[in-house]
């Protein structure tokens, strides 16, 4: 038997004050547009902005419906958009964020593994990496290399054969 030791490194900053002005601004565009989100459910309303190879941005936002599984993260919202509006564009960064209208919006959240998983492949499809910068409204700030790194033993199309 031997042993993996699977490791990533997170860049944490105090606020968005330390931050250069390109990622500064992308994650301030993810902290506004937090109010295009759908989330009357939930309450908690996110945004992801990702700035392309290319110069473009695009924003997504969570869309709930009355239907509960039928809602969609801001994070797939946005990669579908990509894809759709811009088909083989490289994605730079991701700025994501949040406003949890009946909590506290102070602390960076992570994206859930359906997502994950979908930040994954788009970076493989790319062959990108893809940095992504998570904060609430306020507070620290972090920042990942790449999109594979939040999910470890990634499933991904050359394990179907
Ligand atoms: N949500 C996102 O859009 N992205 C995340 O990274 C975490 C969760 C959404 C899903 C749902 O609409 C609401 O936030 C509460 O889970």
Redesign the pocket.
């Given at each position: 038997m031997t042993k993996k030791d699977v490791q990533f490194e997170v860049e944490v900053y105090n606020s968005s004050a330390e931050l250069s002005a390109p990622d500064a601004a992308l994650l301030e565009e993810a902290r506004k547009t937090t109010a295009n989100?759908y989330?009357p459910?939930?309450k908690?309303?996110?945004s992801?902005v990702a700035a392309l190879e290319g110069g473009q941005k695009v924003v997504g936002?969570?869309?709930?419906n009355a239907s509960y599984p039928v809602?969609?993260?801001?994070?797939?919202?946005l990669l579908s958009t990509v894809a759709s509006q811009y088909p083989g564009q490289a994605i730079d960064t991701i700025a994501?964020s949040?406003n949890n209208t009946q909590g506290k919006s102070g602390h960076p959240?992570?994206?859930?593994g359906i997502?994950r998983q979908s930040l994954s492949e788009y970076e493989e499809r790319i062959n990108h990496p893809i940095r992504i910068i998570l904060s609430g409204l306020s507070g620290e700030v972090f920042i990942i290399k790449q999109a594979k790194d939040l999910l470890p033993l990634t499933f991904t199309s050359s394990d179907l054969g």
């Open positions: 989100a989330a459910y939930s908690f309303l996110v992801a936002t969570n869309q709930e809602g969609i993260c801001a994070e797939r919202v994501i949040y959240i992570s994206p859930c997502c």
